[in-house]
């Protein structure tokens, strides 16, 4: 076993801090990594407060890594001491159900192993995430980074990134697709780069005027702001998939609107009770209505490749550990263009 550094909460009113834990012995399907960047995401905000009542304290959030391997286990093949890697949101799953042969481990039918607040499968422990000095996990899901991807810049990817590219791949998007993506934050900028990078017309949907230079900038198309009435109905069929990424409970009943017959409204970034919908708006055009969950591991190694190729990254602020938790009162303002990014060098000069 290993002593890890490492900023946790210890309860879902307490701010994280400094926290020293044990990381388990090298199995030999195992990886460890010692941790360069790990990316911010909202759930570790929500998951730290226990917004969704199933937070096992001490928690330790962080599902966006980049990291050099420094050991692997016996069995381990396709990555090697000295390689820059990333782990995502899981760290295992039972690699046994359908789901899992299909490459879509974060459906596995036993439940996937979460990076942090998850419960290891082999000796029941707590999973402790990626605000930490090193990782150890299982092979599989474990991705060695591509080249020409900034490693500071490419930890969001691991959680933005594959969250929007999923859908875009599940429905077939690109040249001669039209997609309105709806929100600007974390996901939304991404939808927008991965969607542009596809050869979708891309379409930025937000109540905000203001955001209009910043959706051009990111590679946008078209702007339709959604409180312009005249706009939105004028917009009515216009697109084959509006992709979801506003965080909280909403009325999708106006972006049904806007899709094309056999279109599509995926979401992605509401984990919450939608208000109820008329099923006429999905009858009449054959519309659907749904959602979409990360991706798998293979799918993930996708799009980290398809990013190197086309230099598609995220906008980004680096931050030190001890800025987390204003980091995270920023983020709940919407005060950051896109995502934090924590330099985990810093986590050097912190004490515990």
Known sequence: MTTAKAYAAQSKTDALAPFTFERRALRSDDVALDILYCGVCHSDLHQARNDWHNSMYPVVPGHEIIGRVTAIGSDVTGIAVGDLAAIGCMVDSCMECGECHDDLEQYCAKGSTLTYNGKDRRDGSLTFGGYSDHIVARDHFVIKLPEG????????????????????????????????????????????????????????????????????????????????????????????????????????????????????????????????????????????????????????????????????????????????????????????????????????????
């Open 149 to 352: 991807l900034d490693p500071e810049r490419a930890a969001p990817l691991l959680c933005a990134g594959i969250t929007t590219y999923s859908p875009l791949k599940r429905w077939n998007v690109g040249p001669g697709t039209r997609v309105a993506v709806a929100g600007l934050g974390g996901l939304g900028h991404m939808g927008v780069k991965l969607a542009v990078g596809l050869g979708a017309e891309v379409t930025v949907l937000t109540t905000s005027p203001s955001k209009a230079a910043d959706a051009t900038a990111l590679g946008a198309h078209h702007v339709l702001i959604t409180t312009d009435a005249d706009a939105m109905k004028a917009a009515t069929r216009s697109f084959d998939m509006v992709l979801d990424t506003i965080p909280v409970a909403h009325d999708v009943g106006p972006y049904l609107r806007l899709l094309a017959p056999r279109g599509v409204h995926v979401i992605v970034g509401a984990i919450d009770m939608l208000p109820q919908i008329h099923s006429g708006m999905l009858l009449g055009g054959q519309k659907s209505l749904a959602g979409s969950a990360i991706g798998g591991i293979a799918e993930t190694a996708e799009m980290l490749a398809f990013c190197a190729e086309k230099n598609i990254l995220p906008d980004t602020e680096t931050i030190a550990i001890q800025d987390i938790n204003h980091a995270y009162e920023r983020m709940e303002r919407s005060d950051v263009k896109y995502r934090f990014v924590i330099d985990m060098a810093s986590l050097k000069g912190a004490e515990a």
